[in-house]
């Protein structure tokens, strides 16, 4: 079956400006993560979503950054007024909920973002 | 102390030698336990998930020591295609706080 995918794959942009970045979940699962992993370094966790329940948001660097999921499945992740430090790979990944379902994750294959 | 600490290494050794990662964490109420492995470049893959008891597949073996905090992953007959990044996974908060190490660099040399 389809895997998780993201949207844009790369985006080059200008400091100051928004940007959106998209993930489509592997239909059925209920759990949804978004992370950062900037160059040589680890995942950065930045929010979690879970069926209807409010998100866990703990992981957001900053008020810049925003996370929606419409209807429980398409999610999207926005960054107001980008840095030059918010230049990393935003990795999505789903999984089944469940008592083990919290690791079994499946990545999709990140958007690279670059601000210039 | 961070909440997952692995050694980045890089780990260089032969083919056909075995090699071990441990993994620490400091939340001894953490749930459950999982390896992936990173390609350079791409998205992490779930290797396997990590028991009390042990558990093995193939070439690979991973376990679980909560008395003593750590998991760890044990690569027999390392291959070529074994070089990687090998990220640890700790499950906590009811399953819902998920955190990775930093991962730990193996190549692997002809």
């Known amino acids: 079956g389809a895997g998780v995918s993201q949207s844009p794959s790369n985006k080059v942009t200008e400091k100051g400006k928004d940007v959106e970045l998209r993930c489509d979940p592997i239909s059925g699962h209920t759990a949804l993560y978004w992370y950062r992993q900037s160059l040589g370094q680890g995942l950065e966790f930045l929010i979690y979503f879970q069926g209807n329940s409010a998100p866990d948001k703990s992981g957001l660097p900053s008020d810049r950054f925003s996370a929606e999921r419409t209807g429980g499945s398409v999610s999207t992740l926005t960054i107001q007024r980008t840095q030059q430090e918010d230049s990393a790979v935003y990795l999505c990944?789903?999984?089944?909920?469940?008592?083990?379902?919290?690791?079994?994750?499946?990545f999709g294959p990140g958007t690279r973002l670059t601000v210039l | 102390r961070k909440e997952v600490e692995q050694d980045p290494g890089p780990f260089n050794v032969p083919e056909g030698a075995t090699v071990a990662f441990n993994c620490t964490y400091s939340?001894?109420?953490?749930?459950?336990f999982f390896w992936y492995r990173q390609d350079c470049r791409k998205e992490p893959k779930l290797l396997m998930s990590v028991y009390s008891s042990g558990n093995e597949d193939g070439r690979f073996t991973a376990q679980l020591n909560r008395a003593s905090q750590y998991i760890s992953l044990l690569i027999r007959d390392s291959k070529l295609s074994d070089s990687a990044t090998y990220l640890c996974?700790?499950?906590?908060?009811?399953?819902?706080?998920?955190?990775f190490g930093i991962g730990t660099k193996l190549q692997v040399i002809p």
């Open positions: 939340n001894s109420a953490s749930q459950s």
């Open positions: 990944a789903s999984s089944l909920a469940g008592t083990s379902g919290g690791g079994s994750q499946y």
């Open positions: 996974v700790v499950i906590s908060g009811g399953y819902q706080k998920v955190t």
